[in-house]
């Protein structure tokens, strides 16, 4: 978001429910009465999308300033304008405010309107939430409480519609239960720009379809699960796998490309059930990727590594393992060490990486560049969520990528005689386990089994992005912070920690940090982009670095 | 899908009446492929995209929508009667038994009746605007009014 | 069967847009048009300024002849001066609510009077390129329209340079597919821009604001469009001096129903009565009945009920303001009037029913057809009228409920003024009018008792199926 100074646009006074209040011109009457703490209920307006108005959901009572044969509004004893109120409810989603408008939000009128919307939706709504996954999060539950009537009177048969349809590979439609908002074509339109599902059929029979070539199989395509209110359009993921109420949810972001989408971690005793995205409009908007999306599904991995794994057969806890990797490195001379780190490591965890660096005297390290098509919506080209900060933090080299050929080079001749390997798989730099197994120590951090630990010497089980802390900066400069929604399995530690006591069993000293608040501490006081700030400060949206910084 | 040069030379002229935006000719594409072959089959509805540069969906949501599209094939003359009130108090309903007993359509059928013999469908429509000499009906594009039981095999006979 | 023979225009009729239908030996050829006198306003307007003609219809007092009855001046100043955006123009031809039948003739026999006063009100609005929607069940008018225009362009009246001015113009034909919600001017804008016939949100999409491609555009009726030819051709004043102040003109309705002899005809506004109407000149209804119900105004009208008295104000002889009563046959076929009474003119489509008729049979027909038209895109409608269906449907196969009356008033009160257009009122007007004017005979139909809760497997065929 740039942070230009524009000229602030005019501000007009509003009476809602009695009160007067300023608001800027081209404000929405449904916006501006959210402002001042009065919620309209509402189903197909999203303050992201264009809006409809055909829920009809969001009716609130509207008066126009009586005005004066000068054309100038009439005052009343209290120097306000009068109102002319019109006699019929009026949306309040596609209006903006104007001069003088006086708005009623909860007069009887208004309530009554709002009933009959509510029965008018119920009635061919089917019976469905024992078995909804939306059940919990479900607009037409809330709204029904709220403000709908307690007894149906509706005694004809409801109209019968197609149910669970496999709209697209992730998504399950269930046409009965879809109030036709809307909001899912509009999202494909505007936003996802893959305008592939429309209505069919007229009246009481309509509901969304897609053409039989085509699937609603954008990379886009969940967003239209958040953002239906009922539980129409449904994650085929998810469906039927945890209540909604049982979830505690994490504000954290996604790791799965340079973006760095604002999410929420689902989870529930210890496994995580879901993401979605988190409002942020420097980042994401109210928008995720389906790629990113479902990325938390490997955490569950039946391959997940447990536990240390010593010279391929033992499983020793962790101080056996780390006075292994001692012994180990006691064979290796400084410069004879190289470092393979990741681009999905956090600062954190780079800024250790970059002390093990130091003190090994390591000269050929980097991260291994991840890239594949992007797109102009959220996706990045650049799959590494963390490039930057590993540029920032000096691990990476200045173009990522560039000393990997030196690295292999090494590690064949046989230069190189340890190799540290944090989160990748050396095989993508084409290194060979018949070539990995000349070194003398092949330490690798890793959440799964790959080709490299299957050749190292130590293997450490690490965390995955849903089991750690710390922070990241996207592409754009902006410092956002993951945050633990569930523990790491087995006996498997977050990585900074393992880095800690690594840096301390190598170089002989006590592991200098408690917390990570104390490594993020010491990473601000020797980076200048980190100055004044530290975990707590980068907030849920995270925080624009200075982009001299880099 | 074959199109006949006669009818791509009546689509483009179509288009061409549009000059903002080709979308406006979907309804009139879709009405020159019907009179053509008769109804608009699933290639129609891809073709009519591909050469409005839409996508599929856009003209499927027409012709599910407007009534007058038909997705198979009628009779090989189409009757059109029309149901709503003025033709209702005129005698529409038995009128419509009449002529199902005539063509041997099952008189409880429902959206566009074939006859066995395929010479005939029958649909029931809303208003066609004629309402001061109902019943009436259309057969193929002609347009019959006041119409009555005994006339039946009179008009039936013309597109036999 | 040849169409019926043609019919000799009543005496109390006054023949101006239909003056040409019905006349033996016109054709529908430009020739016989121009032998007629026809394109002379054409000629007259253009060398008049199109503010003066906006002016003119503006004093004519013109309504919309579509249904609304809108001021049509006032529609036409709603385009900004100084427009920069294109404005189009569109002839509603779309006639399709149930009672109504005048555009059709015009169309298949005059449609040279409605070219001409389309290109005279494209020429007032600056308006280069505009489109006649006509409904897709009339081929033969299309057809009709297509080679009038194709005359009126050989013969310097369309296209470019017209009439040697330098205003240029053209004028396309499309059809419609069978959508009734195509008749209301933004579906109309919506279908024509090749989407399903949604109508749009007002605030923001007004038409002469956010009309045609978001551009402005006025869209009339086929009958106000050949008005305008008339108001240039007398001037607006003299215009107005037929009918009635505020129901100014003359206006052509259709009689349908339980009448002798059924048929359109044209009036000045306000000239005759409802009763005139009916027993004058339709012949009144079947030896032996009694006149049960009417429909004034096309079926989205609220019906009358035969022995139904209003009080309305109406001018003394000295000027002043007096309060009357009347009855359903006296209350004159204007605008006005037929809105105090509760109803409206609407379409001028009347339909008559006498006492053999069942009302909620009657209610039944017209909710089939509103529940079919409705488009779907709002929520009162799309459930409303499909609800009102079912419960007239079940009323009317035995399973009527006592609390069916109130539910239906309910319901119908529900949808009206909470939809994004106005088929919310058109669909429910019928209901909420003939379950108001004729409780005795939905009660009739509505014994049976539901229980205070029903359960989730409580069925509409128990109803049905229990006797009382």
Not at chain 1, 455 to 479: C, D, M, Q, W, Y
Not at chain 3, 21 to 38: H, V
Not at chain 3, 312 to 331: H, R, S, Y
Request: proline share 6%; hydrophobic share 40%.
């Amino acid at each position: 978001m740039s942070n230009e100074a524009s000229t602030p646009a005019p501000l007009v006074n509003v009476q809602i429910d009695g009160a007067w209040h300023q608001f800027p011109k081209g404000t929405r009457i449904i916006e501006a009465c959210s402002q001042v703490g009065k919620f309209i209920p509402r189903y197909c307006y999203h303050a992201r999308l264009t809006s409809p108005g055909n829920c009809r959901m969001c009716m609130v009572q509207l008066g126009m300033p009586k005005m004066g044969p000068d054309r100038k509004p009439e005052l009343g004893p209290d120097g306000k304008p009068v109102h002319n109120w019109v006699p019929r409810t009026n949306i309040s989603c596609a209006q903006d405010v104007s001069e003088g408008l006086s708005v009623r939000t909860d007069s009887d009128v208004v309530k009554e309107a709002r009933k009959a919307v509510l029965e008018f939706l119920l009635i061919n709504h089917p019976l469905d939430c024992p078995i909804c996954d939306q059940a919990g999060e479900c607009r037409l539950q809330e709204f029904s409480v709220d403000y709908g009537q307690a007894n149906g009177r509706f005694l004809e048969e409801k109209v019968k519609k197609p149910k669970h349809v496999e709209i697209g590979p992730r998504i399950t439609y269930d046409a009965e239960r879809c109030i036709l908002c809307t909001r899912c074509i509009r999202f494909m339109r505007e936003v996802a720009k893959d305008d592939v599902i429309g209505i069919v059929n007229r009246g009481g029979q309509n509901y969304i379809a897609c053409h039989p070539d085509r699937a609603l199989d954008s990379n886009y395509s969940l967003n239209t699960v958040d953002l239906c209110p009922v539980g129409a359009l449904t994650s085929t993921d998810f469906r039927f796998k945890m209540r909604t109420w049982f979830l505690k949810e994490t504000k954290s972001i996604c790791t799965s490309c340079a973006t760095g989408c604002n999410t929420v971690i689902g989870s529930r005793e210890n496994l995580v059930y879901r993401q979605t995205p988190r409002e942020n409009g420097d980042v994401n908007q109210a928008w995720m990727c389906d790629y990113g999306r479902l990325a938390f599904r490997d955490l569950a991995s039946p391959e997940r590594l447990l536990t240390p794994i010593v010279r391929g057969g033992d499983q020793p806890d962790w101080n056996t393992a780390f006075a292994s990797i001692a012994n180990a490195f006691k064979l290796v001379a400084p410069g004879q060490t190289a470092v393979i780190a990741s681009g999905k490591q956090t600062n954190e965890e780079l800024f250790l990486a970059a002390q093990l660096i130091k003190a090994l005297g390591v000269t050929l390290h980097d991260i291994v560049p991840h890239t594949s098509e992007g797109d102009d919506i959220l996706l990045s080209a650049d799959r590494n969520p963390n490039t930057a900060g590993a540029k920032l933090l000096g691990v990476s080299a200045a173009t990522p990528g560039a000393n990997l050929p030196a690295i292999a080079d090494g590690v064949r001749s046989g230069e190189i005689r340890a190799l540290i390997v944090l989160g990748e798989d050396a095989a993508q730099i084409g290194l060979s386990p018949f070539a990995l197994k000349n070194l003398e120590v092949l330490l690798v951090l890793s959440t799964l089994p790959n080709a490299t630990t299957a050749a190292a010497t130590h293997v450490l089980p690490s965390a995955g992005f849903a089991e750690k802390r710390g922070s990241l900066i996207n592409k754009t400069g902006r410092l956002q912070r993951l945050n633990a929604a569930v523990q790491a399995p087995g006996i498997a530690r977050d990585d900074w920690e393992i880095l800690s006591a690594l840096l301390g069993t190598l170089t002989e000293t006590a592991p200098g940090f408690a917390t990570l608040e104390d490594v993020f501490q010491a990473m601000a006081a020797a980076t200048p982009a980190f100055a004044g700030l530290n975990l707590g400060k980068i907030g849920d949206l995270g925080v624009q670095l200075p982009t001299a910084s880099f | 899908m074959q199109i006949p040069p006669p009818l791509l030379t009546q689509i483009d002229e179509a288009i061409s009446h549009y000059p903002v935006s080709k979308r406006s000719a979907s309804l009139p594409l879709l009405h020159l492929f019907q009179e053509h072959f008769g109804y608009i089959s699933e290639e129609a509805i891809s073709w009519i995209a591909e050469k409005l540069e839409l996508q599929p969906i856009a003209i499927l949501e027409l012709v599910t929508f407007y009534p007058m599209f038909r997705r198979k094939p009628p009779g090989k003359h189409h009757i059109r009667i029309c149901k709503t009130l003025s033709c209702a108090l005129a005698g529409a309903a038995s009128l419509r038994a009449k002529l199902c007993e005539a063509t041997g359509i099952p008189a409880m059928s429902h959206g566009v009746a074939v006859s066995p013999d395929g010479k005939f469908s029958i649909e029931s429509v809303e208003c066609l605007a004629s309402c001061g000499s109902g019943p009436v009906l259309m057969v193929n594009d002609d347009f019959y009014q006041a119409v009555t039981a005994d006339e039946i095999p009179t008009i039936l006979s013309k597109y036999l | 069967m040849p169409a019926p023979a043609r019919r000799i225009p009543h005496p109390r009729e006054k023949r101006m847009v239909f003056a040409n239908i019905d006349r033996e030996g016109y054709t529908p050829d430009i020739e016989c048009y121009l032998r007629n006198g026809g394109y002379a306003e054409l000629k007259k307007a253009v060398t008049l300024q199109p503010a003066d003609i906006v002016a003119e219809v503006k004093a004519s007092g013109l309504r919309g002849r579509g249904g609304a009855g809108f001021p049509c001046g006032v529609k036409w100043g709603f385009i900004r001066p100084g427009e920069t955006k294109p404005i189009y123009l569109i002839c509603n031809a779309d006639e399709s609510e149930p009672g109504t039948f005048k555009d059709r003739y015009i169309i298949h026999q005059d449609p040279h009077q409605l070219i001409e006063g389309m290109i005279i009100a494209a020429f007032a609005l600056n308006v280069h390129l505009a489109y006649l929607y006509i409904r897709g069940e009339f081929p033969h008018g299309a057809k009709q329209l297509e080679t009038a225009i194709a005359e009126a362009k050989a013969k310097g009246f369309l296209g470019k340079n017209i009439l040697g001015t330098g205003f240029d113009l053209e004028i396309y034909v499309h059809r419609g597919a069978g959508a009734y919600i195509c008749g209301e001017e933004t579906g109309l804008i919506e279908s024509l821009e090749g989407k399903r016939a949604y109508p749009r949100i007002k605030p923001p999409y007004f038409p002469a604001v956010l009309g045609l491609y978001q551009c402005p555009t006025i869209v009339n009726n086929v009958e106000t469009l050949c008005h305008v030819k008339h108001i240039v051709r007398m001037g607006g004043a003299e215009y107005a001096k037929l009918g009635s102040p505020n129901n100014t003109g003359t206006r052509i309705v259709g009689v349908s129903g339980d009448v002798v002899k059924p048929g359109y005809f044209e009036i000045e506004v306000g000239s005759i009565t409802l009763g005139e109407l009916v027993n004058d000149l339709c012949g009144g209804v079947k030896p032996g009945r009694t006149i049960k119900a009417i429909i004034p105004g096309g079926s989205s009208a609220k019906v009358l009920r035969g022995d139904e008295r209003f009080k309305i104000k109406a001018k003394a002889a000295d000027g002043t303001l007096v309060e009357k009563e009347i009855g359903v046959l006296d209350i004159p076929m204007d605008f006005d009037t037929m809105a105090a009474c509760g109803s409206m003119a609407g379409s001028g489509g009347v339909i008559v029913m006498d006492d053999t008729r069942d009302m909620v049979e009657t209610l039944n027909n017209l909710n089939h057809f509103y529940a079919h038209e409705s488009c779907g895109q709002c929520t009162p409608c799309r459930e409303g009228s499909l609800w009102m269906r079912k419960i007239t449907d079940r009323l009317l196969a035995g399973g009527g409920a006592v609390s069916d009356p109130e539910l239906l008033a309910s319901v119908s009160n529900n949808i009206a003024g909470k939809t994004i257009c106005a088929f919310g009122e058109a669909c429910s007007w019928p209901t909420m009018s003939f379950v108001a004017k004729f409780p005795e005979e939905f009660a009739a139909r509505a014994k049976k008792q539901v229980p205070a809760f029903t359960p989730p497997e409580f069925l509409s065929e128990t109803l049905i199926g229990e006797s009382i």
